[in-house]
């Protein structure tokens, strides 16, 4: 039956692990103590202790991040890497070169932690389900992924959908397709930006971006930011949109008095 540890008992191992020489560092009893209750105390561990699968299994299930300091040997068990990875994907990183490469275990791992895709061997940086699970959970993990998945619709969309400004590293045809730069509107209007000339003089698309920040305005083609009704539904999102009105009506006073009286119920509306 394991003895339950008391606050005091807590620090008490941890401090001796923590300032021990080899002889307590060694001490097996010592260290189970320890990392049944605090996981990353196996990082005071001998080497031999670390290589102890018993005890780093402990450590890891008690805190996952305990793998970081398991041995080589033990940071390659598949088993023991598929347990810590389907609960902190980021620990991709520490797992041997051979277990980057085994597709179960790189799946779990972006499935909870997208970024750790930059930790798979590359070629599984080719393998739309491994990418498509990775943006899908981190649109920026678009980034890490082979190059060719910037022109495959499934994968921008999926990696839109979460962070808009990916829509910049998206291919010439898919800067111009409708449903993956609205798809990117609707979560960053500014994102309007990177998007090629003929969405940029849709007014559908153009409202998608303004109805998330008026200050998408300003990348509208200029015959839309010479709208009348495309600048004040842009100032009614964000009256300082304005500024980025052409054909005079920067100035023109209905609008001027429009952009006053939203900002006064922005203001109002603060309070």
């Known amino acids: 039956m394991r003895v339950e540890l008391t606050p005091m008992c807590l620090d008490t191992c941890w401090s001796k692990l923590r300032d021990g020489d080899a002889i307590t ?88 932690d997208g970024l750790a895709v930059r930790f798979a061997s590359p070629d599984l940086l080719h393998d739309k389900e491994v990418v498509l699970t990775a943006v899908a959970q981190d649109g920026d993990a678009l980034e890490h992924v082979a190059r060719e998945f910037r022109g495959d619709k499934d994968v921008m969309l999926a990696a839109v959908r979460l ?16 449903d993956v730069v609205t798809a990117a509107l609707k979560f960053d ?54 500024r980025h009105a052409l054909s005079g009506l920067k100035e023109d006073d209905e609008l001027l008095e429009f952009s006053r009286d939203v900002r006064c119920r922005i203001q109002q509306e603060g309070r």
């Not at 051979?98 to 799946?107: A, C, H, I, N």
């Not at 962070?163 to 409708?178: F, H, I, P, T, Y």
């Not at 090629?196 to 559908?204: F, H, Q």
């Not at 409202?207 to 015959?223: C, K, T």
């Open 25 to 112: 560092r060694a001490d097996r009893s010592l260290v189970m103590e320890a990392v049944c209750d605090e996981g990353i105390a196996l990082q005071f561990a001998s080497p031999e202790l670390q290589s102890d699968r018993e005890v780093v299994e402990a450590a890891v299930k008690q805190d996952p991040e305990a793998l970081e300091y398991a041995s080589e040997t033990l940071r390659g068990d598949r088993d023991l890497v598929l347990s810590a990875v389907g609960r902190r994907g980021s620990l991709l990183e520490f797992v041997v070169a051979s277990l980057r490469s085994d597709r179960e275990v790189v799946l779990r791992a972006v499935k909870l």
């Open 163 to 178: 962070n808009g400004v990916m829509l910049q590293l998206a291919s010439e045809e898919l800067r111009g397709d409708a």
């Open 189 to 242: 209007g500014l994102a309007l930006q990177y998007a090629s000339e003929a969405p940029r003089a849709d007014a559908e698309v153009v409202r998608w971006a303004i109805r998330q920040n008026g200050e998408a305005l300003q990348f509208a083609s200029e015959d839309l930011r010479g709208d009348r009704q495309m600048v004040r539904d842009s100032i009614n999102r964000t009256p300082r949109a304005l």
